[in-house]
Structures are given as structure tokens and as C-alpha cells.
């Protein structure tokens, strides 16, 4: 049946008038969820208890302004200037438990106070929540990934220099150093760096020992594997592993002292894994290093037939027709399983991608050094906590990594957490002298609140 055009257009011929008035209304509704949440974790009791022996001077506290830079980040927002678009929400108050958010000049004073015994309280502090799921999970087996990332900054940025930045080589930045945890996606360690230091550099190797220690002791038994890239094929590093019997997969650059080439070139008989994947095994001695190490070659076949005019990539070394890669492992995996457990790397990058896009990861809030350096640490500290999240109200689903060590659970990106049930309108009534929380009707979504909100119970029982 067709309708008619009254059924269907209505007519507008007026403006509509424009008013602003103090009301009870929320565009994030989803955030007394998570309210409730870091109630049951105490994570404002944590804070101040990381913070017991730091000298921070102003009118907020600790708790306040971490609370108010996480609240930024979940609703969407990632410069400190977007607070200004945020303080009159109701449900952004209550979840900060401040009637005034400070102003991003006060936010930013307030992080060019810190120090590093102040930077070190937050790493204690995102150690302390990461293996809180850690232990709970169980766990057999750690997987570290360990990667950096490049932060553009402006030309009066404390401690930022002219390096390592492939969107902008004349840009100083920084050049922050990560640690991941495989099969959570939590990240265990940020440390910021200048960004003319290379991966291999300025204690990459300190930063491994830190979290190899820290795994060791909070989880003894287990067993610890690290991957990491070709930046960090280093004789100081290798030796640490093996020496502290750590199973790693680290992949080796294309070097001409390593003379990788002649070897590829020289092979006439590959082992075949699959119809595009072949392998051979050989042992190199590294005469620089007086070090004899054994590498896993493999020609990955991209093509049946080359380009007229094939342009050689000097990172991705390849004919036109197989691109090849060297491993360097101690793990007895077999060459096709060793292959996937080092791609299972990739999902370190698609975590930094979420941090620096949905937590402000990427943005440069002072001048200070130590400053930049702190914000980083609570942007990795919120990740982790809707990692926590997550998992303990179980949207999470479980999923097979396989040999590629990723996630043992499926999660939602906040991107897609903010669709969900986050970012939702809603308005605040006195109803029996108590207030509510009235969001539109949504079958889905009513759903989803009532699912959270029965976990959070059953945990706030628990605790």
C-alpha cells in the first residue's frame, strides 16, 4: 500500500527558538556504570595510597584530576581543552564527585608538577590493577610484546627531538616505549623517550629486566615469552634472554654484515609449510658479537607473477614475486607455528592504535617532560581499566589465539563501548525522594544495563 504525502512529510516553516537552561540531563549515561565500578575497586583509595609520600600542591586532588582526565577520554574527548565541553553534565560531575571541573590550564599545571618518584607511583599503581586480572585469570604463560610508538610535538616541548617520525621527519617528538601483555591486551609499562632515541636505546633493555621482574614476582611459575621487531635485535639484549631462559621470537633486520642475502640468494631447496610459505633453518655466526645464533628463514609468495618494474622496498625485502623474513628464536616451535606466534605481535600495534585515537595517548597537554610523561601513564591506566572493565562484567567472549598468542577474550573497542551503552542521553529524576537515572526505551540497551549492572552487584557482594 502506498502512502500518501501527508503520511509522510510534515511541514516546517519556522525556526526553532533556541533556549539554555540548567537541567538534569546527561549525554553519558553510561558513565554511573562505571562509577559504580571503580567504587567496588577502590580505585580512589588506590590512588591515594600510591600518592601517601608525593607532594602535590593545588585545589584538586590526585583522585580528582585522574578522575577528571579518564572522564574526558571515556566520553569521547582527547585534549585537555574539551573539558570546557563536559563540566556542566551531571553524570560527569558525579563520576569525578566535583560540583566544578578544573580548567585545562589547571590540569596542566597540576601535571608539570610531577617528578619521576611521582611518575613512579603511577607505574606501581598500573602494575598493582594490570596483575589483579592477571592472577585471576590463571595464566600459564605471559607473552610480552614490546614496541614504540611516535608522539608529534610542538617545537618548545620539553625533551622532544628531531628523529624517528615517519609522518613528519622534521617534526620533534617523542618516542615512548611499551610493554604488552598478549593475552589480555593489557599494557604492563609506558616509558617516555625522546624521540631521536631508537627501540634498541636509552634502557630499552631496563625497561624489559623491569617487566620481566615484575611478572616473576607477582606471578612466580610462570612462564614468560617476549617478541619483539627487528629493532630490537641486539647482542645485549639476546644474551639477557637466554641467559634468564626466556622463550622470544625477535625478528632480524636485513643488515649487509649479516650477509641474510647471500644466504637467501644461495638456497636452492626451501621446506614448503604451505602454498605460499616456505622456510629453512640455518645456523649464523655473528663474528661482531662472537656469537653463534640460529635464525628461521621465510618466503612468503605475494605473487605469481612479478611487476615490470618492480620497486624494491629497503624495510620489506622482497623480488616481486616472495617477500622474506628472518626469525631469531630459542623456542622449539615448529618454522609455520613460529611464523604465526611472531605475527600474533600485530595486535600490540592495534592497541596502541585504540590508545593514541580513544585515550589521548597522542596528545602532547605541557611543555614539561615529566608532565607528558605522567599524562601518558593515566591514559595507559584508563586502557586498562576498561580492560578490566570488560572482563569482570563479562561482555567479553572467549576466543582461540592459537599459535599467534593474541587475546585469550574477545573485547569491544571504547569507540564501540560509547556506541553501545556510553554515550546515551538520559535524564535525572526525583522519583520517591531518591533520584533516578531515565534513559530512552531500547530494548538492546536495556539489556546490556541490566547484564553490567547485575555483575556489579554480584561484585560489590563480593568485595
Avoid at 406 to 429: C, D, M, P, Q, Y
Amino acid at each position: 500500500m502506498r502512502l500518501a504525502k501527508h503520511d509522510i512529510h510534515q511541514p516546517i516553516k519556522s525556526d526553532l527558538r533556541i533556549e539554555f537552561a540548567r537541567q538534569e540531563l546527561t549525554s553519558y549515561s553510561g558513565l554511573e556504570l562505571f562509577k559504580r565500578y571503580f567504587r567496588i575497586i577502590r580505585l580512589g583509595s588506590r590512588v591515594r595510597q600510591a600518592f601517601r609520600d608525593q607532594e602535590m600542591v593545588g585545589d584538586y586532588s590526585v583522585v580528582d584530576m585522574v578522575l577528571v582526565l579518564m572522564a574526558i577520554w571515556l566520553v569521547g574527548g582527547d585534549r585537555l581543552r574539551h573539558v570546557e565541553w563536559i563540566n556542566e553534565d551531571p553524570l560527569v560531575q558525579r563520576l569525578c564527585e566535583l560540583s566544578r571541573l578544573p580548567s585545562r590550564r589547571t590540569i596542566a599545571r597540576w601535571l608539570a608538577q610531577f617528578i619521576n618518584d611521582s611518575i613512579q607511583a603511577l607505574v606501581a599503581l598500573n602494575s598493582e590493577l594490570v596483575f589483579d586480572k592477571l592472577k585471576d585469570m590463571g595464566l600459564g604463560t605471559i607473552t610480552l610484546d614490546f614496541d614504540g610508538t611516535v608522539l608529534s610535538c610542538g617545537d618548545t616541548v620539553g625533551w622532544a627531538f628531531r628523529g624517528y617520525n615517519p609522518h613528519n621527519r622534521h617534526a620533534k617528538s617523542y618516542f615512548p616505549l611499551l610493554c604488552h601483555v598478549a593475552q589480555t591486551g593489557h599494557f604492563l609499562q609506558v616509558r617516555n623517550r625522546p624521540g631521536n632515541i631508537h627501540d634498541s636505546k636509552c634502557g630499552a633493555l631496563n625497561v624489559i629486566k623491569d617487566c620481566v621482574a615484575e611478572v616473576r614476582e607477582q606471578m612466580p611459575g610462570v612462564r614468560i615469552e617476549v617478541r619483539m621487531d627487528a629493532a630490537f635485535f641486539q647482542e645485549e639484549i639476546l644474551r639477557y634472554l637466554n641467559r634468564e631462559k626466556i622463550r622470544y621470537a625477535v625478528k632480524v633486520p636485513m643488515w649487509k654484515w649479516l650477509k641474510l642475502k647471500e644466504i637467501i640468494n644461495a638456497r636452492r631447496r626451501w621446506h614448503h609449510a604451505s602454498a605460499n610459505l616456505s622456510w629453512f633453518k640455518c645456523t649464523i655466526d655473528i663474528e661482531q658479537w662472537s656469537h653463534t645464533v640460529e635464525m628461521t628463514f621465510f618466503r612468503q609468495k605475494i605473487s605469481d607473477t612479478p611487476k615490470k618494474g618492480h620497486q624494491l622496498d629497503f624495510f620489506t625485502p622482497d623480488d616481486g614475486l616472495y617477500e622474506f623474513s628472518v626469525l631469531c628464536s630459542n623456542m622449539t616451535l615448529q618454522p609455520p607455528n613460529l611464523f604465526d606466534f611472531y605475527n600474533g605481535r600485530c595486535a600490540i600495534e592495534h592497541g596502541i592504535s585504540e590508545l593514541k585515537g580513544e585515550f589521548g595517548f597522542a596528545s602532547i597537554p605541557t611543555k614539561s617532560y615529566t608532565g607528558n610523561g605522567a599524562y601518558q601513564q593515566i591514559s595507559v591506566m584508563a586502557y586498562n581499566l576498561v580492560r578490566n572493565f570488560q572482563i569482570d562484567t563479562n561482555l567479553t567472549e572467549k576466543r582461540d589465539p592459537g599459535c599467534s598468542r593474541t587475546n585469550l577474550l574477545e573485547f569491544r573497542s571504547l569507540k564501540t563501548l560509547r556506541l553501545h551503552w556510553l554515550n546515551v542521553a538520559g535524564r535525572i529524576v526525583n522519583t520517591d525522594g531518591r533520584k533516578t537515572l531515565k534513559l530512552n526505551q531500547c530494548q538492546v540497551r536495556e539489556e546490556m544495563y541490566s547484564k553490567i549492572c547485575d555483575k556489579l552487584h554480584l561484585l560489590s557482594e563480593a568485595a
